[in-house]
């Protein structure tokens, strides 16, 4: 009798596969190579069994068992299950989002003589020469020291072979073709022992001539002292516009060397500065009683999940602190999520100041091998407090007590790709199966939260006012339709903002403006015949990129249209391409144009941008915060970056400028987000002692949206959104899913469009409403075409078992399940 196990695959197809056992026996939860088409993959095991498989085809046994004992704890495969059920996701695609380590084993290349290269090296160089005079003498010559190399039959390393013969992978990937060579995969675990290249400045070399990017290599190091990590080195070089490969020409020419060193402990880069966090005041009352709650949730034990619906200042970090300590003090390990690390730093940085050696952070900006260094801190205990970004749910915490979701409604907790995961949602059932305490805040919560708390699923802990009895900012409506009929002109900015912002910075406070596109002009548009120029891989108009010098990263001269979607680049064309007119013009002002406006406005003020074409990581933002907490910048423009947590003091206007734009896009959850967004961002007025005032720039005054948020008054806009929600079968009073059918072929997405559209009526799923097919909001994306159904159903097992049987149908159908994404919960329509 045979042993088998089941292998969890990355790859898109609902099953999971199953290989022989010989030799070690690998236990549920450890990570295997098994080959599958071609290819060595990593899987996790999930059943080990007796049972031989019926079909016929051959069974393939596993290479290598990479992990004795269990990677994955019972709890985590579980919630693997979870997730996979719930999102209709394969659980191989599921568990390698769980696992960040793939940087921990290494594929070699070796290669073996074959027949064929024996044949030719016996038979003589003559023989084969004229098949292969494509090649250069020396080329040639080469193949028969690598064929006279591997003469014993032994295979041999890629790296061996090239430095006893001077052969490149090209070669030799060539004498593959040509099947003189076979090539073997040979992937091994990597030293635990990570190590790290530092680029090392040769004091006392004598300077040859240089140019100009060499010059700009040396005095980078020598700024910091001679030393610095190679990685670190190319992303300042990179950021200057240096080549790469001139570090390589240092290295040979000996002027700099790079030496391999054992990788330090790091927290990725976030320091304490030796401060003592902000957050060590006495709790207030309410801040008291929140924190009351929780702790008394924590000490009864058992699942438990609240939702803390805060207000904007009223405090909510330090009662995540005490919490978390409460955690730690119990014995127990903490999880905090957060939206973005890199545009709250200091959130991350006061973690690590409060709680020093204890503190893991995860985030997207980790390398491969930091991530796995963090996961490994946690899942041996020594890192009790994680602070990450949404795939951080799955850290593998031990002895979990407490789960924190940071502004829980905040869309990018969800994953947009395969799999289409919640992090809020997935915190939330990670707790209930460790028995832990959850708390979702948020001073906006998400609708489905909010509907929880009032079916009483989730406790409610409610802190109604700001800190220290600060008011909430006034907040005053600019009518935009008023403001032209009275100018008679297409203005960014408002009289009313103008005067507010002149009379704000003359008080020597600060400012902070909305303005939520980034680029110059959202759109170029022909007069003539109205077309407007679009990516050629996207349906989308391509945003105008003013070409400027210093730190716009992004915008380069030359290259001035760009798509903010799949990233392609074009110069501005002289004329229309469809009309040939040259009447083009540009509409749409971004926030680089709002820069540029507001400093002819205000020449004497110190204006700062904040939108990806000036933050392009943790440290650009730690370095503009900076310059604003110091009131080096007293007028910041930017996009929503501008609207998270940030806390600073001098603050004490804000100016909304087109936000309600987006109320007008075709997604259920338009005045919901445009809610949050002026909420957030008016958040940021008024924290320190003197009062605070919001501008808000509408052409829709009058919506609910922006009325309700006008008054801080979210239990009224939850109350007039959830009717509409109601009526219109929406969630939370629907569950909902997005079905994209895609394909780089039109005729292929629509044929398949119109085949599941066929199967959903004769299926006549009567507790399913069924919304298309119809093409997609944007209904080409990077050169692929996309058609949509969107599938609202009253209960969440009926929406899975119509899309189960659906995917069952497409695959009788042809349709591979790579071209079909299903969104469960989907957060986005477009
Ligand atoms: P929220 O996240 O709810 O918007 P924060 O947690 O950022 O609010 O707190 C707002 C500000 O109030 C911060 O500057 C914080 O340091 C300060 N703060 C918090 N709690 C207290 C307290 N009990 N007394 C005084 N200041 C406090
Ligand atoms: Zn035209
Ligand atoms: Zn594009």
Known sequence: MGLFC????????????????????????????????????????VRVHEDAPVEEFEIKPVQQVLDDAALLSEELMKLAGWIAQYYVAPLGEVLRGMLPLAAEVKRHFSYRIAEQGRKVLYEGAMKGSSRRSKLTVEEQNREYSV?????????????????????????????????WLVREV???????????????????????????????????????????????????????????????????????????????????????????????????????????????????????????YGITGSGKTSVYFAAMQRAL?????????????????????????????????LHSQLTPDERAEQWHRIRRGEARIVVGTRSAVFAPMVDL??????????????????????????????????????????????????????KGRYARIEMRARVADRPMPLVELVDMREEFRETGQEQIFSRRLIEETQATLDRGEQVILLLNRRGYSSTVLCRSCGEKIECENCAVSMTYHKP?????????????????????????????????????????????QGEERLQELFPTARIGRMDRDTVRGRSDMERLLARLHGGEINLLVGTQMIAKGHDIHGVTLVGVIGADFALGLPDFRAAERVFQLLTQVSGRAGRGDLIGKVLVQTYHPEHYAIQFAAKHDYPGFVAKEM???????????????????????LEEATAWAGTLGRWFQMARLDKVR??????????????????????????????GETLRAMLGYAETQGIARRNLVVDVDAVHLM
């Open 6 to 45: 089941d292998v969890a695959l990355p790859v898109p197809l609902d099953q999971t596969f199953t290989y022989a056992v010989n030799g070690v026996v690998p236990v549920v939860g450890a990570r295997v190579l098994v080959p599958f088409s071609g290819q060595r993959l990593m899987g996790v095991v």
């Open 147 to 179: 064929l006279n190399y591997l003469e014993g039959g032994e295979a041999a390393k890629m790296s061996a072979l090239r430095s006893a013969t001077g052969a490149n992978k090209g070669l030799l990937e060539g004498m593959v073709r040509k099947k």
């Open 186 to 308: 040979v992937a091994e675990e990597r030293d635990a022992r990570r190590l790290e290249k530092v680029a090392v400045l040769v004091a006392e070399a004598r300077l040859p001539k240089l140019n100009e990017n060499q010059t700009a290599i040396l005095a980078e190091l020598a700024a910091v002292g001679g030393r610095m990590r190679v990685r670190d080195l190319r992303l300042s070089l990179t950021r200057a516009g240096v080549p790469e490969s001139t570090l390589g020409t240092l290295v040979k020419r000996g002027l700099v060397v790079v030496e391999e060193v054992a990788e330090k402990f790091h927290l990725g880069g976030v320091g304490a500065h030796g401060k003592k966090h902000a957050h060590e005041h006495a709790l207030n009352e309410a801040q008291m009683e929140a924190l009351g709650t929780i702790a008394a949730a924590m000490e009864k034990g058992g699942f438990r999940p609240h939702l803390l």
């Open 329 to 361: 003090d119990a014995g127990k390990s903490a999880l905090l999520l957060v939206p973005e690390i890199g545009l709250t730093p200091a959130m991350a940085g006061q973690m690590v100041a409060a709680f020093g050696g204890e503190v893991a952070l």
């Open 401 to 454: 007590g407490l789960i924190i979701v940071d502004e829980e409604h905040d869309s990018s907790y969800k994953q947009e790709e395969t799999p289409r995961y919640h992090g809020r949602d997935v915190a939330v059932m990670r707790a209930k199966f460790n028995e832990a305490v959850v708390v979702l805040g948020s001073a906006t919560p998400s609708l489905e939260s909010w509907a929880n708390a009032e």
């Open 548 to 592: 400027v010098s210093g730190n716009d990263a992004i915008a380069q001269p030359g290259q001035r249209l760009e798509c903010h979607y799949c990233g392609s680049r074009r110069s501005v064309p002289k004329a229309c391409p469809k009309c040939e007119s040259e009447h083009l013009y540009f509409l749409g002002a971004g926030s680089q």
């Open 723 to 745: 009717q509409y929600r109601r009526w219109m079968h929406y969630p939370p009073f629907a569950v909902l899913a997005n079905v994209v059918i895609q394909s780089e072929k």
């Open 770 to 799: 069924v919304l298309g097919p119809a093409a997609a909001p944007i209904v080409k994306l990077k050169r692929i075409y996309r058609f949509h159904f969107v599938l609202k159903a009253e209960r969440r097992q009926t929406l």
